[in-house]
């Protein structure tokens, strides 16, 4: 049996693995054409390489023991942390919070492999394992994704970050982002655990491979800019138990699960394409106003003080409009167009607004069609 490396039928099942259990609903964004799609699936069936399990009016596709055994024996070290032992992903339980959280990793591992993110073992160095920090650093192919599980391999060192709800991290040239996903639904949230996950990466990677104390910031994953909404105005619900805006990272920025996510996380990813943004939006712009104590990147010629908005921080944006309000200050906020709706909703008509095409970015900064 083989399989090519570069084919959909690979990269589904490399997935599969990945997540545990690759929930139909989102095959749609691995394979666009239903029919093709389709047609991949009725292969690695009958070839006895990926089963349907359907339970709970919830649908996903499996790995069989022969396609386990397969994957094994063709990359070992890419596999192994999720094919073998007790692992959830080898190891699935049937119950439908279980499979949820599989199908929610899955969500996010989409948006990390359209976005360019090497999220496998053997595409990176192994950070997370006692005795690293005698390492040397010496990769430079930012950025790069490590799992919770990963991380977990430190043993001890992680007990009490173990209930954290953090997917994993993505490593950048500047700082270090904890990846978060809440699927369709505000996810459960300790704000002691997720401040323990702050300091652990602040202390763990300070030195190697960031020079001193590194910059932790938070990206929440999300099914549609509707949830970026509810996250917004969250309070936590009845008992407090759910998602709010607080201090664990002094910046939370929403990215949706589609493909204008996708875009945000490669922009957030790298320094240099907002830098290149920054110094084109503020081309018609004047300096900020470093005495103002108002969060702002730049002021119109009227003295109104602008955001730049399209990294959706939403704690930087709570703030701005909140100094707004305070302080009587006019403000500008500037966004990507699909963003646009979501801000206007929660910020209301007081403020301007000033739309940046996502496509124009794209060919413009990307070179993409």
């Excluded at 190697?208 to 996250?231: C, E, F, H, T």
Aim: aromatic share 12%; proline share 5%; charged share 25%.
């Amino acid at each position: 049996m083989l399989i090519l490396k570069d084919s959909t039928r690979y990269h589904l099942l490399e997935l599969t693995a990945l997540c545990g259990e690759f929930p139909a609903d989102q095959l749609y964004r691995l394979i666009p054409s239903s029919s093709y799609a389709e047609k991949v699936i009725t292969q690695l069936k009958s070839e006895k390489l990926l089963r349907v399990h359907y339970r709970d009016k919830l649908r996903g596709y499996r790995l069989t023991k022969r396609s386990k055994e397969y994957l094994l024996q063709e990359a070992p070290k890419r596999f192994a942390l999720y094919l073998t032992g007790n692992a959830d992903t080898n190891q699935i339980r049937s119950e439908k919070s279980r499979r949820l959280r599989l199908h929610l990793r899955a969500e996010g591992y989409l948006t990390l492999f359209h976005a360019g993110i090497p999220v496998f073992p053997d595409e990176k160095p192994d950070l997370f394992f006692p005795g690293y920090k005698a390492g040397i650093w010496n990769v430079r192919s930012y950025p790069l994704f490590y799992s919770a599980r990963e991380i977990k391999r430190l043993g001890d060192d992680t007990t009490k970050i173990r209930n954290s709800r953090c997917m994993g991290i993505v490593l950048t040239s500047e700082c270090i982002f904890a990846i978060y996903n809440t699927g369709n639904a505000l996810m459960k949230w300790e704000y002691r655990t997720e401040i323990r996950v702050n300091a652990f990466l602040q202390q763990y990677l300070s030195g190697n491979p960031y020079p001193g104390i590194p910059k932790v910031r938070a990206i929440m994953l999300g099914r549609d800019m509707d949830m970026a909404y509810r996250l917004l105005t969250s309070t936590g619900g009845h008992k407090k138990a759910f998602f709010s805006l607080d201090t664990s990272y002094e910046h939370f920025h929403y990215v949706p699960n589609t493909p204008e996510g996708e875009l945000l996380l490669k922009v957030l990813c790298s320094p240099l394409l907002q830098k290149r943004l920054n110094q084109l939006l503020r081309s018609d712009l004047l300096p900020p106003d470093r005495q103002l104590a108002i969060e702002h990147d730049a002021l119109t010629s009227e003295k109104d003080v602008v955001l730049f908005a399209y990294d959706f921080d939403m704690l930087r944006i709570n703030k701005f409009n909140t100094a707004l309000k305070l302080f009587g200050r006019r403000g500008v906020l500037i966004a990507f167009d699909f963003q646009l709706p979501v801000l206007k909703a929660f910020l209301g008509e007081d403020l301007q607004y000033s739309s940046i095409d996502l496509l124009k970015f794209k060919r413009g900064f990307l070179h993409g069609p």
